[in-house]
Protein backbone atom coordinates (compact mmCIF):
# COMPACT_ATOMS: atom_id res chain seq x y z
CA UNK A 1 0.00 0.00 0.00
CA UNK A 2 2.85 2.25 0.98
CA UNK A 3 4.60 1.63 -2.03
CA UNK A 4 1.35 2.41 -4.29
CA UNK A 5 0.57 5.57 -2.66
CA UNK A 6 4.22 6.54 -3.41
CA UNK A 7 4.40 5.86 -6.99
CA UNK A 8 1.34 7.70 -7.34
CA UNK A 9 2.79 10.75 -5.86
CA UNK A 10 5.57 10.60 -8.46
CA UNK A 11 3.42 9.95 -11.31
CA UNK A 12 1.16 12.73 -10.35
CA UNK A 13 4.40 15.20 -10.32
CA UNK A 14 4.88 13.78 -13.39
CA UNK A 15 1.48 14.27 -15.21
CA UNK A 16 2.33 17.72 -16.79
CA UNK A 17 -0.46 18.82 -19.58
CA UNK A 18 1.35 17.12 -22.60
CA UNK A 19 1.96 14.24 -21.37
CA UNK A 20 -2.08 13.52 -19.56
CA UNK A 21 -2.59 14.31 -23.35
CA UNK A 22 -0.56 11.89 -24.63
CA UNK A 23 -1.83 9.27 -22.46
CA UNK A 24 -5.82 10.35 -23.00
CA UNK A 25 -4.47 9.84 -27.46
CA UNK A 26 -3.10 6.57 -25.84
CA UNK A 27 -6.19 5.56 -23.74
CA UNK A 28 -8.31 6.53 -26.96
CA UNK A 29 -6.48 5.97 -30.49
CA UNK A 30 -9.42 6.38 -32.51
CA UNK A 31 -10.24 9.94 -31.69
CA UNK A 32 -7.08 11.20 -33.60
CA UNK A 33 -8.94 9.12 -36.70
CA UNK A 34 -11.76 10.14 -36.42
CA UNK A 35 -10.79 14.28 -36.17
CA UNK A 36 -8.58 13.43 -39.15
CA UNK A 37 -11.62 11.92 -40.85
CA UNK A 38 -13.89 14.50 -40.33
CA UNK A 39 -11.45 17.26 -41.20
CA UNK A 40 -10.99 15.45 -44.87
CA UNK A 41 -14.72 15.50 -44.92
CA UNK A 42 -14.72 18.95 -44.14
CA UNK A 43 -12.17 19.99 -46.70
CA UNK A 44 -13.82 17.37 -49.52
CA UNK A 45 -17.10 18.85 -48.89
CA UNK A 46 -15.42 23.14 -49.16
CA UNK A 47 -13.67 21.50 -52.29
CA UNK A 48 -16.41 20.41 -54.16
CA UNK A 49 -18.71 23.24 -53.07
CA UNK A 50 -16.39 25.47 -53.99
CA UNK A 51 -15.46 23.60 -57.18
CA UNK A 52 -19.33 23.83 -58.20
CA UNK A 53 -19.58 27.55 -57.64
CA UNK A 54 -16.73 28.67 -59.77
CA UNK A 55 -18.00 26.53 -62.48
CA UNK A 56 -21.30 28.22 -62.38
CA UNK A 57 -19.64 31.48 -62.30
CA UNK A 58 -17.99 30.31 -65.37
CA UNK A 59 -20.76 29.32 -67.01
CA UNK A 60 -22.42 32.71 -66.40
CA UNK A 61 -19.74 34.31 -67.94
CA UNK A 62 -19.89 32.73 -70.86
CA UNK A 63 -23.65 32.89 -71.16
CA UNK A 64 -23.36 36.54 -70.56
CA UNK A 65 -20.70 36.54 -73.26
CA UNK A 66 -23.69 34.79 -75.86
CA UNK A 67 -26.50 36.88 -74.75
CA UNK A 68 -24.34 39.98 -75.75
CA UNK A 69 -23.36 37.93 -79.22
CA UNK A 70 -27.00 36.93 -80.07
CA UNK A 71 -28.36 40.25 -79.15
CA UNK A 72 -25.50 41.74 -81.57
CA UNK A 73 -26.70 39.42 -84.54
CA UNK A 74 -30.80 40.14 -83.96
CA UNK A 75 -29.70 43.85 -84.06
CA UNK A 76 -28.14 42.78 -87.44
CA UNK A 77 -31.06 40.63 -88.58
CA UNK A 78 -33.88 43.17 -87.77
CA UNK A 79 -31.74 46.48 -89.89
CA UNK A 80 -31.13 43.52 -92.43
CA UNK A 81 -34.72 42.71 -92.88
CA UNK A 82 -35.42 46.41 -92.96
CA UNK A 83 -33.03 46.68 -96.03
CA UNK A 84 -34.29 43.23 -97.53
CA UNK A 85 -37.91 44.38 -97.10
CA UNK A 86 -36.93 47.61 -99.29
CA UNK A 87 -35.02 45.70 -101.96
CA UNK A 88 -31.98 47.64 -100.88
CA UNK A 89 -31.91 51.42 -100.05
CA UNK A 90 -30.39 54.05 -101.95
CA UNK A 91 -27.67 56.47 -100.03
CA UNK A 92 -25.58 59.48 -102.00
CA UNK A 93 -22.46 58.13 -103.58
CA UNK A 94 -19.33 58.90 -101.71
CA UNK A 95 -15.66 57.79 -101.07
CA UNK A 96 -16.70 55.40 -98.89
CA UNK A 97 -19.39 54.25 -100.30
CA UNK A 98 -18.55 53.10 -103.75
CA UNK A 99 -21.46 51.66 -105.94
CA UNK A 100 -21.53 48.10 -105.16
CA UNK A 101 -19.79 45.60 -108.00
CA UNK A 102 -21.41 43.16 -107.17
CA UNK A 103 -24.89 44.50 -107.72
CA UNK A 104 -24.52 45.27 -111.68
CA UNK A 105 -27.42 42.93 -113.02
CA UNK A 106 -29.65 45.29 -110.81
CA UNK A 107 -31.54 47.53 -112.86
CA UNK A 108 -30.95 51.33 -112.04
CA UNK A 109 -27.91 50.51 -109.15
CA UNK A 110 -27.47 54.22 -109.68
CA UNK A 111 -30.04 57.27 -109.80
CA UNK A 112 -29.54 60.37 -109.81
CA UNK A 113 -31.88 62.49 -108.21
CA UNK A 114 -33.89 65.58 -110.10
CA UNK A 115 -31.23 68.03 -108.24
CA UNK A 116 -28.11 66.03 -109.98
CA UNK A 117 -27.20 63.75 -106.93
CA UNK A 118 -25.78 60.31 -107.90
CA UNK A 119 -27.49 57.47 -105.53
CA UNK A 120 -26.60 54.15 -105.04
CA UNK A 121 -28.19 50.96 -103.93
CA UNK A 122 -27.03 49.43 -100.76
CA UNK A 123 -28.13 45.68 -100.69
CA UNK A 124 -28.15 44.29 -96.93
CA UNK A 125 -25.00 42.75 -97.12
CA UNK A 126 -23.39 45.77 -97.94
CA UNK A 127 -25.27 47.72 -95.11
CA UNK A 128 -24.00 45.12 -92.34
CA UNK A 129 -20.69 45.25 -93.92
CA UNK A 130 -20.53 48.99 -93.38
CA UNK A 131 -21.69 48.59 -90.11
CA UNK A 132 -19.89 45.43 -88.86
CA UNK A 133 -16.42 47.88 -90.30
CA UNK A 134 -17.44 50.71 -87.97
CA UNK A 135 -18.08 48.28 -84.99
CA UNK A 136 -14.83 46.79 -85.49
CA UNK A 137 -12.75 50.33 -85.44
CA UNK A 138 -13.95 50.85 -81.89
CA UNK A 139 -12.52 47.87 -80.62
CA UNK A 140 -15.93 46.10 -79.44
CA UNK A 141 -17.82 43.32 -80.45
CA UNK A 142 -17.13 43.01 -84.07
CA UNK A 143 -19.35 41.14 -86.52
CA UNK A 144 -19.00 39.31 -90.10
CA UNK A 145 -21.01 38.60 -92.50
CA UNK A 146 -20.12 35.43 -94.83
CA UNK A 147 -21.43 32.11 -96.96
CA UNK A 148 -19.35 29.27 -97.87
CA UNK A 149 -20.81 30.23 -101.54
CA UNK A 150 -19.30 34.10 -101.39
CA UNK A 151 -20.26 36.75 -104.20
CA UNK A 152 -17.61 38.63 -102.85
CA UNK A 153 -14.43 36.87 -102.56
CA UNK A 154 -13.72 38.71 -98.76
CA UNK A 155 -16.73 37.52 -97.87
CA UNK A 156 -15.37 34.10 -97.65
CA UNK A 157 -15.67 32.49 -94.45
CA UNK A 158 -12.53 31.75 -92.26
CA UNK A 159 -12.03 27.87 -90.79
CA UNK A 160 -14.13 28.16 -87.90
CA UNK A 161 -16.75 30.57 -89.52
CA UNK A 162 -16.29 27.00 -92.03
CA UNK A 163 -17.43 24.87 -89.41
CA UNK A 164 -20.25 26.17 -88.48
CA UNK A 165 -21.73 26.88 -91.83
CA UNK A 166 -21.52 23.05 -92.20
CA UNK A 167 -23.15 22.73 -89.05
CA UNK A 168 -26.31 25.12 -90.00
CA UNK A 169 -26.41 22.67 -93.38
CA UNK A 170 -26.78 19.84 -90.74
CA UNK A 171 -30.07 21.98 -89.04
CA UNK A 172 -27.90 23.40 -86.51
CA UNK A 173 -29.14 26.89 -85.19
CA UNK A 174 -26.29 28.37 -82.99
CA UNK A 175 -22.55 27.66 -83.23
CA UNK A 176 -20.23 28.80 -80.19
CA UNK A 177 -16.99 28.53 -78.90
CA UNK A 178 -14.02 30.63 -77.04
CA UNK A 179 -11.15 31.69 -79.32
CA UNK A 180 -8.36 33.29 -78.85
CA UNK A 181 -6.79 35.05 -81.98
CA UNK A 182 -5.18 38.65 -82.59
CA UNK A 183 -3.54 37.85 -79.30
CA UNK A 184 -6.95 38.29 -77.32
CA UNK A 185 -10.04 35.92 -76.26
CA UNK A 186 -13.09 36.10 -77.86
CA UNK A 187 -16.73 34.38 -77.72
CA UNK A 188 -17.65 33.17 -80.89
CA UNK A 189 -20.75 33.19 -82.10
CA UNK A 190 -22.38 32.57 -84.96
CA UNK A 191 -26.19 32.12 -86.32
CA UNK A 192 -27.28 31.26 -89.77
CA UNK A 193 -29.01 33.28 -92.40
CA UNK A 194 -31.79 32.07 -93.84
CA UNK A 195 -32.75 32.56 -97.34
CA UNK A 196 -36.47 34.87 -97.58
CA UNK A 197 -38.15 36.08 -100.45
CA UNK A 198 -36.74 38.97 -99.93
CA UNK A 199 -34.01 37.85 -100.93
CA UNK A 200 -34.48 36.26 -104.03
CA UNK A 201 -34.30 39.90 -106.00
CA UNK A 202 -30.10 39.23 -106.06
CA UNK A 203 -29.73 35.63 -104.83
CA UNK A 204 -32.42 33.60 -107.16
CA UNK A 205 -29.68 33.40 -109.42
CA UNK A 206 -27.38 31.84 -107.57
CA UNK A 207 -30.06 29.20 -107.27
CA UNK A 208 -31.18 29.57 -103.77
CA UNK A 209 -34.50 28.96 -102.88
CA UNK A 210 -36.84 29.88 -99.62
CA UNK A 211 -35.69 27.92 -96.18
CA UNK A 212 -31.55 27.55 -97.81
CA UNK A 213 -29.21 28.60 -95.96
CA UNK A 214 -27.56 31.78 -97.83
CA UNK A 215 -24.99 32.22 -94.95
CA UNK A 216 -24.28 33.26 -91.72
CA UNK A 217 -23.24 36.25 -89.32
CA UNK A 218 -20.59 35.54 -86.89
CA UNK A 219 -19.80 38.09 -84.25
CA UNK A 220 -17.10 38.10 -81.65
CA UNK A 221 -17.40 39.56 -78.08
CA UNK A 222 -13.90 40.77 -76.62
CA UNK A 223 -14.06 38.43 -72.90
CA UNK A 224 -11.25 40.63 -71.40
CA UNK A 225 -14.02 42.96 -69.67
CA UNK A 226 -16.14 39.75 -68.92
CA UNK A 227 -13.43 37.68 -67.27
CA UNK A 228 -11.90 40.70 -65.33
CA UNK A 229 -15.32 40.80 -63.71
CA UNK A 230 -15.16 36.64 -63.11
CA UNK A 231 -11.62 36.95 -62.05
CA UNK A 232 -13.03 39.32 -58.99
CA UNK A 233 -15.91 36.88 -58.66
CA UNK A 234 -13.19 33.96 -58.42
CA UNK A 235 -11.25 35.64 -55.89
CA UNK A 236 -13.89 36.34 -53.51
CA UNK A 237 -15.28 32.81 -53.96
CA UNK A 238 -12.16 31.08 -53.01
CA UNK A 239 -11.22 33.13 -50.22
CA UNK A 240 -14.84 32.99 -48.88
CA UNK A 241 -14.50 29.06 -49.14
CA UNK A 242 -11.31 29.69 -47.67
CA UNK A 243 -12.33 31.13 -44.39
CA UNK A 244 -15.37 28.73 -43.50
CA UNK A 245 -13.02 25.88 -44.29
CA UNK A 246 -10.25 27.83 -41.86
CA UNK A 247 -13.12 28.39 -39.30
CA UNK A 248 -14.30 24.50 -39.65
CA UNK A 249 -10.68 23.18 -39.35
CA UNK A 250 -10.70 25.68 -35.72
CA UNK A 251 -14.10 24.14 -34.82
CA UNK A 252 -12.99 20.54 -35.53
CA UNK A 253 -9.52 21.39 -33.30
CA UNK A 254 -11.43 23.05 -30.82
CA UNK A 255 -14.13 20.27 -30.06
CA UNK A 256 -11.28 17.62 -30.01
CA UNK A 257 -9.24 19.85 -27.26
CA UNK A 258 -12.82 20.13 -25.58
CA UNK A 259 -12.86 16.62 -25.78
CA UNK A 260 -9.42 15.98 -24.29
CA UNK A 261 -9.69 18.02 -21.40
CA UNK A 262 -13.39 16.77 -20.62
CA UNK A 263 -11.48 13.74 -19.94
CA UNK A 264 -8.54 15.23 -17.96
CA UNK A 265 -11.27 16.65 -15.73
CA UNK A 266 -12.38 12.69 -15.77
CA UNK A 267 -8.98 11.34 -15.12
CA UNK A 268 -8.22 14.20 -12.55
CA UNK A 269 -11.33 13.25 -10.64
CA UNK A 270 -10.62 9.76 -10.27
CA UNK A 271 -7.61 9.89 -9.44
CA UNK A 272 -8.29 12.34 -6.87
CA UNK A 273 -10.83 9.90 -5.67
CA UNK A 274 -8.15 6.68 -5.79
CA UNK A 275 -5.96 9.43 -3.82
CA UNK A 276 -8.44 10.31 -1.06
CA UNK A 277 -9.55 6.65 -0.83
CA UNK A 278 -5.93 5.50 -0.12
CA UNK A 279 -5.19 8.16 2.45
CA UNK A 280 -8.21 6.83 4.17
CA UNK A 281 -6.70 3.43 3.82
CA UNK A 282 -3.45 4.34 5.35
CA UNK A 283 -5.09 6.00 8.30
CA UNK A 284 -7.25 3.01 8.61
CA UNK A 285 -4.56 0.86 8.60
CA UNK A 286 -1.52 2.47 10.30
CA UNK A 287 -4.17 4.29 13.06
CA UNK A 288 -3.27 3.58 16.57
CA UNK A 289 -6.88 3.41 17.74
CA UNK A 290 -8.72 0.14 16.58
CA UNK A 291 -11.17 1.11 14.11
CA UNK A 292 -14.40 -1.38 12.21
CA UNK A 293 -16.65 -0.74 9.83
CA UNK A 294 -19.90 -2.12 10.09
CA UNK A 295 -22.43 -2.57 7.67
CA UNK A 296 -26.57 -0.88 8.44
CA UNK A 297 -27.27 -4.06 10.73
CA UNK A 298 -24.12 -3.62 12.60
CA UNK A 299 -22.34 -6.74 11.03
CA UNK A 300 -18.53 -6.58 10.84
CA UNK A 301 -17.48 -5.51 7.46
CA UNK A 302 -13.87 -4.60 8.18
CA UNK A 303 -11.68 -4.06 10.87
CA UNK A 304 -7.78 -2.04 11.29
CA UNK A 305 -4.75 -3.73 12.54
CA UNK A 306 -5.30 -2.36 15.69
CA UNK A 307 -8.34 -3.44 16.32
CA UNK A 308 -7.06 -7.05 15.75
CA UNK A 309 -3.80 -6.27 18.25
CA UNK A 310 -6.52 -4.76 20.99
CA UNK A 311 -8.68 -7.65 20.27
CA UNK A 312 -6.72 -10.51 19.80
CA UNK A 313 -8.16 -12.80 21.87
CA UNK A 314 -11.35 -12.77 20.04
CA UNK A 315 -11.35 -14.43 16.63
CA UNK A 316 -12.63 -12.40 14.07
CA UNK A 317 -16.13 -13.06 12.75
CA UNK A 318 -16.91 -10.77 10.10
CA UNK A 319 -20.55 -11.96 10.50
CA UNK A 320 -20.52 -11.64 13.93
CA UNK A 321 -22.47 -8.69 15.52
CA UNK A 322 -21.25 -6.02 17.74
C1 LIG B 1 -30.54 44.15 -103.31
C2 LIG B 1 -29.95 42.87 -103.54
C3 LIG B 1 -29.83 41.93 -102.40
C4 LIG B 1 -30.80 41.55 -101.55
C5 LIG B 1 -32.24 41.95 -101.49
C6 LIG B 1 -30.15 40.60 -100.65
N1 LIG B 1 -28.84 40.46 -100.97
FE1 LIG B 1 -27.51 39.33 -100.03
N2 LIG B 1 -26.05 40.10 -101.17
C7 LIG B 1 -26.21 40.88 -102.25
C8 LIG B 1 -24.92 41.12 -102.87
C9 LIG B 1 -24.68 41.94 -104.09
C10 LIG B 1 -23.98 40.46 -102.07
C11 LIG B 1 -22.48 40.33 -102.27
C12 LIG B 1 -21.57 41.46 -101.96
C13 LIG B 1 -21.73 42.26 -100.75
O1 LIG B 1 -22.51 43.20 -100.93
O2 LIG B 1 -21.13 42.00 -99.75
C14 LIG B 1 -24.71 39.83 -101.02
C15 LIG B 1 -24.11 39.10 -100.01
C16 LIG B 1 -24.79 38.36 -99.11
C17 LIG B 1 -24.16 37.55 -98.12
C18 LIG B 1 -22.65 37.45 -97.85
C19 LIG B 1 -21.93 36.43 -98.62
C20 LIG B 1 -21.67 36.73 -100.07
O3 LIG B 1 -22.36 36.09 -100.86
O4 LIG B 1 -20.82 37.58 -100.37
C21 LIG B 1 -25.15 36.92 -97.42
C22 LIG B 1 -24.99 35.91 -96.31
C23 LIG B 1 -26.40 37.39 -97.98
N3 LIG B 1 -26.15 38.27 -98.98
C24 LIG B 1 -27.62 36.98 -97.53
C25 LIG B 1 -28.80 37.60 -97.95
C26 LIG B 1 -30.08 37.28 -97.38
C27 LIG B 1 -30.34 36.19 -96.33
C28 LIG B 1 -30.99 38.12 -97.95
C29 LIG B 1 -32.43 38.20 -97.63
C30 LIG B 1 -32.81 38.47 -96.26
C31 LIG B 1 -30.25 38.98 -98.87
N4 LIG B 1 -28.92 38.64 -98.84
C32 LIG B 1 -30.83 39.95 -99.65
C33 LIG B 1 -27.39 41.38 -102.71
C34 LIG B 1 -28.60 41.25 -102.05
Known sequence: MEKMTEKNK???????????????????????????????IWTVTIFILMGWNLTQINLY?????????????????????WNASHGGVYVPVTEKTQPNLYLVDIEERE??????????????????????????????VRG???SLNPIRPENAADDWETKALQAFELGET???????????????????????????KCHAAQGY?????????????????????????????VGGYGLLWLLGIIGINFSRQRLISSERIRLQAMEALRDS???YRVLYENAPLSYQ????????????????????????DKNSYF
Open 10 to 40: GKKAEKTKPNMEKEIIKRHPNWNRYILVLSL
Open 61 to 81: TLETARIQARSTYEKDIIYRS
Open 209 to 237: KIGDVRGGISVDVPMESLMAIEHSQNISI
Open 277 to 279: EEK
Open 174 to 200: EFSSIEEFDGEIFMRLMRPLITEENCL
Open 111 to 140: IITPSGRLLTLINPAYMTRQVHELGGDKRG
Open 293 to 316: SLDEDGRFLDVNPAWLSVMRHTPL
Open 144 to 146: HIT
